[in-house]
């Protein structure tokens, strides 16, 4: 059973990375268990976990750039697996946030609402809600002034 659901989710996930049309690419992910709300932006060559694909929550109008890895588990080697076991933890991408190409997301985080994150950061921690961070690790380097819809 798992080795027919891999197969699934990779075969979705191929049409995915290369599909022209990128309300088609959500559609794709969505298809193998990722969390995508309306209104997201999923780029080219986006890799969500293969494994636990149903980890990742993504928040309205969202933007995730061309070759991004958000990675929900981390494990050791066969050698190491008894100081280093297999871990999981979800990902959460906030309302609005736009991640720019290249970056890699880690198990775990959370990405608070309206946040950027810089091309080619390594986000291997929470961000706060409004905030441009960037960089390896990533750290937040200015906090934006978002001013909410009097709706």
Same mark, same amino acid.
């Given at each position: 059973?798992?080795?027919?659901?891999? %197969?699934?989710?990779?075969? =979705?996930? !191929?049409?995915?990375?290369?599909?022209?049309?990128?309300?088609?690419?959500?559609?794709?992910?969505?298809?193998?268990?990722?969390?995508?709300?309306?209104?997201? $932006?999923? #780029? $080219?060559?986006?890799? %969500?976990?293969?494994?636990?694909?149903? =980890?990742?929550?993504? @928040?309205? $109008?969202?933007?995730?750039?061309?070759?991004?890895?958000?990675?929900?588990?981390?494990? #050791?080697?066969?050698?190491?697996?008894?100081? $280093?076991?297999?871990?999981?933890?979800?990902?959460?991408? @906030?309302?609005?946030?736009?991640?720019?190409?290249?970056?890699?997301?880690? !198990? #775990?985080?959370?990405? @608070?609402?309206?946040?950027?994150? @810089?091309?080619?950061?390594?986000?291997?921690?929470?961000?706060?809600?409004?905030?441009?961070?960037?960089?390896?690790?990533?750290?937040?380097?200015?906090? =934006?002034?978002?001013?909410?819809?009097?709706?």
């Amino acid at each position: 059973i798992f080795g027919i659901k891999y %197969f699934k989710n990779w075969i =979705l996930e !191929q049409l995915a990375s290369s599909c022209p049309v990128p309300s088609w690419r959500a559609k794709l992910h969505r298809m193998r268990g990722v969390n995508i709300a309306n209104n997201v $932006y999923i #780029g $080219y060559n986006v890799v %969500f976990d293969r494994l636990h694909p149903e =980890l990742i929550t993504i @928040g309205e $109008y969202a933007e995730i750039g061309d070759r991004t890895i958000l990675s929900a588990h981390s494990r #050791g080697s066969l050698t190491t697996r008894h100081a $280093y076991p297999r871990t999981t933890a979800p990902i959460k991408i @906030g309302r609005g946030v736009c991640i720019n190409p290249g970056c890699i997301i880690t !198990q #775990g985080v959370t990405i @608070g609402d309206n946040s950027i994150i @810089g091309t080619g950061s390594v986000v291997s921690r929470d961000v706060s809600p409004n905030c441009v961070a960037l960089g390896f690790p990533v750290r937040v380097i200015r906090k =934006l002034n978002i001013e909410e819809d009097s709706e």
